[in-house]
């Protein structure tokens, strides 16, 4: 038998609905103070009267879901019990398991370790290659130990299991500072100190001033009487402004241990998930003899572990979520890898060099049958098959060998190249953190680099999309001029006066003095702006007469309330949920603050609901006009609307302000409204945004206010550049059309000469037939700059620029409506019409974005024919979606909080930033890397080919040209330091050229240096330097008496001369590209050389125990004291590098009669893909080529 009672609640000063649960075990009762609509006129067989009424269990169970809204549909929530105090003596409580609250960062374990990080080592190609390799010499009889690949193996996996295992144990270190720090817990009226990691959900934790949240708390208690606190996100979202969280209103005197001890609650809320501004949940407070209570909770009640208090004694909490299901924790779990272009160049050249492989394999694998078919080569009399041997399928054997040549040549692939290019992204990134030139002295930081894998990316962007507000502007704000009912006004002459209108107004004469103070009066209250004591914030200035500053977490707002100070009423503050105002009387109104309706970036707008000393009911509004006009009486539209578009043109941010007065019944039917939207824990933002539009409509329009966003220092500079390099840049913005197109021609973006086309809801309208209005203009627009231009012929791929620069502005309706046509369209090829205009335009600019969109538009540049290479840079949360989109995003460290920075790439202060981090660090890590990867195939192509080429002189019979030793340290001591010093350091031309001349940046962009003709010239330069190598050691062995005494040298021999001439020579190859020379280079380049003489010594001058045949022994050393083998070095190496050293001659002789500047570079010889072909660099960029020339092979 279950039962249920509705009652209305007499007695309580609110009016609310309670009801009961009867059943067999105890009496539930629940009493909502927020009123519950549903018992009102819906409900009507369930009239509220004193009694019971008996029910079936499937009534009581509509009823339940009737009051909880939206809670049928609820999924993955969780209870938790206030201080595990259990709700009533006779429940038997049973904790609910969660999460302890120790927060693990780190990837490994001591025992998980060595399988789990081999197991990733090994997913990587080249990796499980030579493990193959490696099993293979072990199983097989091959002609090399199998030494000689699983070192450089072992080498590779076990300096890239130390650095990651170094970074892991720093996790593990940072994770133990916080779960071993010390917090408070009360228990039992008293204070208990406890490890961090001993919290448990439910805890009630004492948290102090500039104390850091140990978890995610619902904040109960503060030690100020009005229950609030502050804090800052930094180590969150980077935002060092402070916010202002609220306690819940019922347990805000509870501010001792003893008295916090008494509270006796549940908490209903959302299970855990990483979005840190919301949060959704409700607090039930039991009393004794009184009716439960039920408050809604949000994200202004949450205090979130990483965040700290300040300018707050001390505030209680109470735990709910822990450890890794903490907001901040939920972050850590990172975004999708991005990988860079020059990855995907290596996995080509790989599969080249591994069908060289295959092929010298098979090669040699057939002849060796081939040669073995006559009798006397297969089995001649000094070394007779074993029975065995003759036994063996000759299929079987055939594989075998073929095996055993894929170990002997296996060295083309340059397993080591892979941790080489890890350490030289790893390190090299240090260098952008260490730029001194990106450092701000206002912010106290630099450059940040979140990912060292897309360094190279830097130097081959294409498309650049950036945000206007925080961007390009400073994103500080002044307060410009207003207008009320269409009068302008500017300065102030006197408090008395008011204002004076000036500069010329649209509307001569002055609005109505109580329009003026209505307007100033909703400037005054329609915000979130927070006073505080100037001496008591950290880093902020108020103003000199003042003995406060305001605090915001929007600019906008804080001009806003100055500009209302400036003309005479100031806000005073917030108490007890009373705004206080300071008129031009100097007299001081006092308004009760109802409700705040937040902005968001969907509405575009915010408002309040007050009320005055007398009564009265008003709501204020302000927002974006394209928001407002809709919502405000459309007569009052067109005075306010002039001022606004000339405020646009003169680049101000606008912001229109309205009002309307409500009744009595109005209020209460939206209070109840918002109460049980605040009460849903399922859809709550829908249900708000629902309430909050019915709310804001039919209002009236008071005015608008201009406030100026100045542009940062150099954004117009920093554009130029990057167009001059070949960069397209793309201003994606939320901002109204006239005012970013103001902004676009004092940053550069658009020219004087640019002709601007225009496809936005004033141009195409909104009328039924703006789909074939735009299909008009698309095609027209189609026809000017595609069809009607001659094709480029012959000319770079980046000279988009036409003989008429094209702009194109589009906003965010316009957008949609060509990205989603409508089923009826007359065409659904929109898209691709407009991306071919797109691409054909020097600047475009996107207005009226919504986040979403901007990354549609990033993703639709980036997804279009050969792939060009996306940048994206932002410094608010709006832009987080368009900066993971693009190949690159830079986030800016800007006064809209750090979602962007956290979420980007690279993170720069400032926007003139971008000009050095491309220019000169991208172009410098794209060269320094593509380098790298060209020469470690080139040197392990020199290092093969000779392998390769003595095969045909021993009869196939997989005979080694090189010692085990030598093999084996090749790529790992011989050749690695020079090309790692030279990929961090090498400045092909100094740093300062490459900033100041931007057409630089073009030189090495769409991958020139990575493309298949540079590969195939390193290829063959390779290859002749192999035959070289072996066929000049092996004309010098014609006589293999070397000596006056006639003593012959051996095979040994003969293979270390080839092995001395190839070290010598690729070392100093490197040598002569290197152009910037530090102490480093010549001690690794000079060390490498020395190392490989006083190893061959060494290793062969001692008798080792632990080898089988000593072949080896004193090879080195006898065959130096031939003159023969001096000078055979010596030419070998003066051969090889010939070509070298004659290109740098020719380039100097033609560079002396060319002469423009004092640099003296090698020649650029790469290669771009065009329309038509390919096309030299040099001949699309001649002067640039003769005053910089640079060789990139």
């Known amino acids: 038998m279950l039962e249920i009672s509705v009652g209305a609640s007499a007695s309580m000063e609110e009016k609310g609905y309670w009801f009961k649960f009867q059943s067999f075990s105890f009496p539930r009762t629940v009493h909502v103070i927020d009123p519950w609509p549903q018992a009102e006129g819906r409900v009507v067989e369930l009239i509220p009267v004193d009694g019971v009424l008996p029910v079936n269990q499937e009534t009581c169970l509509k009823m339940w879901s009737m009051w909880c809204a939206g809670e049928e549909k609820r999924v993955g929530t969780r209870t938790v019990v206030v201080g595990h105090r259990p709700v009533s003596e006779t429940d038997a409580y049973v ?35 030579f493990l193959i390799i490696f099993l293979v010499q072990v199983i097989v ?119 916090i001890d008494t509270l006796t609650a549940t908490i209903e809320c959302e299970q855990p998930q990483p979005d840190l501004y919301k ?109 065995k041997e003759r036994e063996t399928f000759k299929v079987l054997r055939m594989f075998t060998d073929f095996l055993s040549f894929m170990v002997l040549f296996n060295f083309i692939i340059p397993v080591s190249m892979y941790v080489t290019v890890e350490m030289q992204k790893f390190l090299g990134s240090f260098f952008i953190s260490w730029d001194k030139e990106m450092y701000d002295e206002e912010i106290k930081e630099g450059a940040l680099v979140n990912t060292s894998d897309l360094n190279e990316e830097l130097g081959q962007v294409e498309y650049v999309f950036t945000d206007k507000t925080g961007t390009l502007t400073e994103n500080s704000m002044e307060f410009i001029e207003c207008c009320i009912d269409g009068h302008k006004y500017k300065d102030c002459i006197s408090e008395v006066d008011g204002f004076t209108q000036t500069d010329g107004p649209l509307k001569y004469g002055k609005a109505e003095k109580s329009r003026e103070e209505l307007f100033l009066r909703a400037l005054c209250l329609c915000h979130t702006v927070q006073i505080k004591e100037a001496d008591q914030v950290d880093g902020l200035i108020g103003h000199p007469e003042r003995k406060y500053t305001y605090i915001s977490s929007s600019p906008d707002e ?19 949920d009373f705004m206080k105002i300071r008129n031009q009387k100097n007299e001081t109104e006092m308004y009760q603050l109802l409700h705040v309706l937040n902005f968001d970036p969907v509405r575009r707008r915010m408002s309040v609901i007050v009320r005055t ?118 201003v994606l913005t939320g901002d109204k059309m006239e005012t970013a197109k103001s902004t676009c021609y004092a940053c550069r973006l658009f020219q004087t000469s640019t002709e601007l086309l225009e496809l936005t809801v004033k141009v195409v309208g909104e009328n039924e037939r703006k789909e ?60 691709n019409i407009f991306l071919q205009i797109c691409l054909k335009c020097t600047a475009v600019l996107c207005c009226r974005m919504a986040p979403l969109q901007k990354a549609q538009i990033v993703r639709m540049v980036k997804n279009t024919k050969g792939s060009p290479i996306t940048l994206s840079v932002g410094d608010g949360a709006n832009d987080v979606s368009m900066i993971l989109e693009a190949h690159v995003g830079i986030g800016i460290k800007g006064k809209e909080g750090r979602q962007a920075s956290r979420n980007s790439d690279y993170a720069v202060p400032k926007f003139k930033h971008l000009r050095k981090l491309l220019l000169a660090h991208g172009h410098l890590y794209y060269v320094r890397i593509a380098h790298l990867v060209q020469y470690f195939f080139y040197k392990n192509l020199c290092f093969i080919l000779p392998q390769f080429l003595y095969q045909f002189f021993c009869g196939f019979s997989q005979q080694p040209l090189y010692d085990a030793a030598y093999l084996t340290m090749y790529n790992i001591c011989f050749t690695s330091l020079p090309i790692l010093a030279y990929s961090l350091l090498e400045q092909h031309i100094n740093i300062d050229t490459l900033t100041s001349d931007p057409q ?24 002749f330097e192999g035959l070289v190598f072996f066929f000049g050691v092996y004309f010098l062995f014609q006589n293999s008496s070397l000596e006056d005494n006639g003593k012959v040298f051996g095979n040994w021999t003969f293979g270390t001369i080839v092995f001395t001439v190839l070290v010598f020579t690729v070392t100093l190859k490197l040598a002569l590209d290197t152009r910037f020379w530090t102490w480093m280079n010549h001690f690794v380049i000079w060390g490498s050389l020395a190392f490989y003489v006083f190893f061959s010594f060494f290793w062969g001058g001692v008798i080792w125990p632990f080898l089988k045949q000593q072949r080896m022994y004193f090879v080195f050393a006898h065959m130096l004291t031939s003159l023969s083998t001096w000078l055979a070095i010596i030419l070998l190496i003066f051969i090889s590098l010939f070509p070298e050293i004659l290109l740098i001659v020719l380039k100097n002789i033609k560079e002396k009669s060319h002469q423009t500047g004092p640099f003296d570079l090698p020649r650029l010889v790469s290669y771009k893909r065009i329309e038509n072909g390919y096309v030299k660099t040099e001949d699309a960029v001649t002067n640039l080529a003769e005053r910089h020339p640079l060789r990139i092979l």
Not at 637 to 651: F, L, P, Y
Not at 797 to 825: A, C, M
Not at 1004 to 1019: E, I
């Open 613 to 730: 000393t007398t009564g009265k009911l008003l709501l204020f509004c302000k927002g974006a006009d394209s928001s407002i006009f809709p919502r405000v009486q459309q007569e009052e539209i067109q005075q306010t609307k002039v001022h606004v578009d000339r405020n646009a043109m003169d680049g101000y941010r606008t912001l229109c302000v309205a009002f309307k007065e409500l009744t009595q019944k109005e209020y209460d039917k939206i209070d109840r409204q918002l109460n049980e939207a605040k009460m849903a824990l399922q859809d709550r933002e829908e249900k708000m945004a629902k309430v909050f539009e019915d709310t804001e409509a039919d209002m009236h329009l008071i005015g608008a206010t201009a406030v100026e966003d100045r542009l940062q220092e150099q954004s117009a500079e920093t554009i130029e550049a990057l167009h001059t390099a070949g960069m397209k840049v793309w």
């Open 95 to 129: 904790a609910q398991k969660f999460c302890d609250n120790r927060i693990v960062s780190s990837k490994y374990t001591l025992w998980n370790f060595l399988p789990k990080n081999l197991f990733e080592q090994f997913r990587r190609i080249a990796n499980f290659y």
């Open 772 to 831: 074939d209005r735009l299909h008009e203009l698309l095609m027209e627009y189609h026809k000017k700059l595609i069809q009607d231009v001659p094709k480029n012929r012959g000319g770079l791929k980046r000279s988009w620029t036409l003989s008429q620069e094209y702009g194109l502005i589009i906003d965010g309706s316009t957008l949609s409506l060509i990205l989603n046509p409508s089923q009826d369209s007359s065409s659904s090829n929109y898209k």
């Open 1000 to 1023: 630089l940046y073009m030189k090495v962009s769409d991958n020139a240096m990575l493309q298949w003709r540079p590969f195939l010239y390193w290829t063959f330069l390779g290859a």
């Open 558 to 576: 804080i001009a806003l309330v100055k500009g209302a100070e400036k003309y005479g009423f100031t806000f005073l503050g917030l108490e007890n």
């Open 279 to 387: 949060f959704v949940g409700r607090i039930i407070i039991y009393r004794s003899n009184q009716e439960p209570v039920a408050r809604s909770l949000g994200p202004e009640n949450l205090l979130l572990k990483g965040a700290t208090l300040k300018n707050t004694k001390k505030i209680y909490g109470v735990a709910v979520y822990t450890g890794m299901e903490t907001k901040m924790a939920l972050n850590y779990q990172g975004k999708s890898q991005k990988r860079s272009a020059v990855e995907k160049s290596i996995n080509a050249f790989l599969i080249v060099y591994l069908c060289i492989l295959l092929s010298k394999a098979t090669v040699c694998t057939t002849l060796k049958y081939v040669w073995q078919s006559n009798p006397f080569n297969d089995e001649p009399w000094y070394n007779e098959k074993t029975k």
């Open 141 to 259: 009889d091959t002609p090399t130990s199998p030494v000689t690949s699983g070192l450089p193996l072992f080498f590779v996996i076990t300096v890239t299991a130390i650095k990651q295992g170094y970074e892991d144990w720093l996790r593990h270190r940072a994770d133990n500072e916080v779960n071993k720090s010390n917090v408070f817990i009360v228990e039992n009226a008293k204070q208990v100190q406890k490890e961090s990691e001993k919290i448990k959900v439910g805890d009630i934790v004492e948290v102090k001033a500039d104390e850091t949240f140990p978890c995610d708390l619902i904040f109960l208690a503060s030690s100020s009487s009005d229950g609030t606190c502050y804090v800052t996100t930094a180590s969150l979202d980077g935002e060092s402004n402070f916010k202002t969280h609220y306690a819940v209103r019922d347990t805000t005197v509870l501010c001792t241990d003893e008295a």
